[in-house]
């Protein structure tokens, strides 16, 4: 099965797979994915990531246990545990893909969308979507990676109205100096009762460190 310019292919053989597995293959909601996907904040390193933001969220719905609590082929750390590894790397960079490193990169930085939906919930990423629809994408010159999720960065302060400038750059996505600069208007300071401090350790109904079990 693959995905596209907007469009799902599959072999023969395999179209059962879409009565048969809709509930259960992770592959079937990935490729899906890859059509709602919005050029605007899919910058190169994040294509095979944000993607399975909607496989997430249809496990969830489907009422299946998340692939970021599991552990996969034959290893000993979920992804959750992966993920810490990623974050105490020095040298991380959210905008570089490394797919030799030993934390799986795809699903170790899957969960900062993961951490971002415990607080906010899934609407977050729906007002996303909105946001970006509001303004058309463009095909800009010698627009950067960087450039591209400086975009989001800023989206996703303007839309929770929260500084979330320190939790990304914890991630390995800095802000440049534009975007620092637009978000110290008013109408995007920080709550207090939702601040990356919370999102990283916060023990209470909010959000757990990466997940409930951990």
Known sequence: MYASNYFIGMKRDNYTDLTEKLKTEWGIWHETGHTHQQRSWTWDSIGEISV???SLYVQEKYGRPSTLAQVQG????TNFEKARKYIADPNKNYLVSNEEADYNELFSKLVMFHQLK????WDVFKKLHQYFRQKPY??????????MANKFIYAMCSITKNNLM?????????TNAATTKKDQRPKIAVAKDRSVKDIFVTRGRRIKYYDNNI
Not at 74 to 77: A, I, R, W
């Open 74 to 77: 034959g290893e000993t750390l």
């Open 52 to 54: 399975n933001l909607f």
């Open 138 to 147: 463009v095909d800009i010159e010698d627009e950067t990676d960087a450039d």
């Open 166 to 174: 320190p939790f990304f750059k914890k991630w390995g996505l800095a």
């Open 118 to 121: 415990s607080v906010y919930g």
